[in-house]
T-cell receptor, first 114, second 111 residues
Framework: DAGVIQSPRHEVTEMGQEVTLRCKLISGHNSLFWYRQTMMRGLELLIYFNNNVPIDDSGMPEDRFSAKMPNASFSTLKIQPSEPRDSAVYFC????????????FGPGTRLTVT | QKEVEQNSGPLSVPEGAIASLNCTYSDRGSQSFFWYRQYSGKSPELIMSIYSNGDKEDGRFTAQLNKASQYVSLLIRDSQPSDSATYLCAVGPSGYSTLTFGKGTMLLVSP
């Protein structure tokens, strides 16, 4: 079975540029989570969707970040404009059912903003 | 604010020993508890889930939950060098609230 798929795996961009990260959920899953991981702050939840609807976006750092789920199996996380402090590993995870259920992570996107 | 606390480590154990990883949480309403293993440069991998007080065993792994003490632990028996990784504890209430992750404990198993 295919797991959560993320692209790109690595992204290097210059400050001010737009960055789009992509995620494909595990087939049959209906909850989608975007996380950011840094050494200093650990794993932070950015936003959570259930059945394509954003349920909790309190972790989104600021208006520069936006996330969409245009269909049941796909999501994007966009940063515009990007800043060096956005450099981190961004993970997408999916689960079946509610947010407190078992979540399965994608391989992550390592973002470097110079 | 919901908090999940783990000792950052590293916890060093010799091959074949039992590794004991601990986690405490602040939200008494928590109902679901998970352990994830994360190898360096990789994504978190779910290895155990536990929802009721007591022990749950899966191969060499045993998760222990004590809701009264707000404490969850992971025991790894017959530790192997391949178990060397960071172990993340995640805690969640039931329903539409999200998991809170600890910052993880690094485990080093020496041959």
């Amino acid at each position: 079975d295919a797991g959560v798929i993320q692209s790109p795996r690595h992204e290097v961009t210059e400050m001010g540029q737009e960055v789009t990260l992509r995620c494909k959920l595990i087939s049959g899953h209906n909850s989608l989570f975007w996380y950011r991981q840094t050494m200093m702050r650990g794993l932070e939840l950015l936003i959570y969707f259930n059945n394509n609807v954003p349920i909790d976006d309190s972790g989104m750092p600021e208006d520069r970040f936006s996330a969409k789920m245009p269909n049941a199996s796909f999501s994007t996380l966009k940063i515009q404009p990007s800043e060096p402090r956005d450099s981190a590993v961004y993970f997408c995870a999916s689960s079946f059912g509610q947010s407190s259920y078992e979540q399965y992570f994608g391989p992550g996107t390592r973002l470097t903003v110079t | 604010q919901k908090e999940v606390e783990q000792n950052s480590g590293p916890l060093s154990v010799p091959e074949g020993a039992i590794a004991s990883l601990n986690c405490t949480y602040s939200d008494r309403g928590s109902q679901s508890f998970f352990w994830y293993r994360q190898y360096s440069g990789k994504s978190p991998e779910l290895i155990m889930s536990i929802y009721s007080n007591g022990d749950k065993e899966d191969g060499r792994f045993t998760a222990q939950l004590n809701k009264a003490s707000q404490y969850v632990s992971l025991l790894i028996r017959d530790s192997q060098p391949s178990d060397s990784a960071t172990y993340l504890c995640a805690v969640g209430p039931s329903g539409y609230s999200t998991l809170t992750f600890g910052k993880g404990t690094m485990l080093l198993v020496s041959p």
